[in-house]
């Protein structure tokens, strides 16, 4: 069974930085993405950050530049390092795993990620 826990969220100064590690315990999948993904109140999980079997990194259009995805193969955890934070950053932030369709990418849609972390809050002050 496989367990994420997430956590180095918190309030931060708009122009701020904050990383959030996601540990995946139970999680062995070497054909599998990993993936942050950010949801505003009443909104849709939006996926922001993803790192497919080859460790290529995928970002939102928002994020890139700023943010940094990054997996510790030995301490089976993700990372999301956040700089520059602005208020629209905010929100509950999950880590979630998912199969690669074809090996390499990963899927872009909510729904085809199987495993869910049960979120870390953000909040970025102006």
């Known amino acids: 069974e496989v367990e994420l826990t997430e956590s180095g969220g918190g309030s931060v100064q708009a122009g701020g930085s904050l990383t959030l590690s996601c540990v995946a315990s139970?999680?062995?999948?070497?054909?599998?993405?990993m993936g942050w993904f950010r949801q505003v109140s009443g909104n849709k999980r939006e996926i922001i950050a993803s790192?497919?079997?080859?460790?290529?990194?995928g970002y939102a259009a928002s994020v890139k530049g700023r943010f940094t995805i990054s997996k510790d193969r030995a301490k089976n955890t993700l990372y999301l390092q956040m700089n520059s934070l602005n208020p629209q950053d905010s929100g509950e932030y999950y880590c979630?795993?998912?199969?690669?369709?074809?090996?390499?990418?990963?899927?872009?849609?909510?729904?085809?990620?199987?495993?869910w972390g049960q979120g870390t809050q953000v909040d970025v002050t102006s």
């Open positions: 979630a795993t998912a199969k690669s369709p074809y090996g390499w990418g990963c899927p872009g849609g909510d729904g085809e990620w199987s495993d």
């Open positions: 790192l497919d079997p080859h460790d290529t990194a």
């Open positions: 139970g999680y062995t999948d070497s054909n599998g993405c």
